[in-house]
């Protein structure tokens, strides 16, 4: 079975990242359990990946600052940013839009969600290409992260 950038980047980021970070669970088992494959990406020593699918394969990444991070090399961003958005958006957490930005000189756009939950904060990045991407833009870099404190990335009461 073929799976592409799009499906790829789902099971990524709502079947792997999203329920590992909200519900602390293993990021590993929840990859290995969704037919994802070990993978190299380039980090540091703590951090580790799995990818899923060949020709617009998805990442998931776990950072060794205890986040995760669904990428997708190739593929309609239009399309991951929506898929993503949806994921975002249906969880029971009810996250909220914080910041939109277009960051690095044009390079990316970055639109941050938030939701308080009982472990304090939780905020999704959706990153995609901007009005100047370069030729390795990633199509889709959505990180997930729980932090204890508001994070000004969030709206005002949020």
Known sequence: MK?????????ALAKVCLPAILHARSIEALAVAEGMLPASFAGGKADKAWRLGMAQPAHAVA???DSCTAVVDKGSATDLRAMAEHEILARP???????????EDGRLERSVY???????????SITVPGPKPVARTRALSSTVYLR???????GPGQ
């Open 93 to 103: 957490e009810g996250f909220k839009l914080g910041s939109t930005a277009v960051v």
């Open 148 to 154: 204890p404190t508001p994070s000004a990335l969030c």
């Open 3 to 11: 799976i592409r950038g799009v499906e790829a980047g789902q099971v």
């Open 63 to 65: 950072w060794g600052d």
């Open 114 to 124: 938030c939701a308080r939950t009982d472990a304090g904060w939780a905020l999704v």
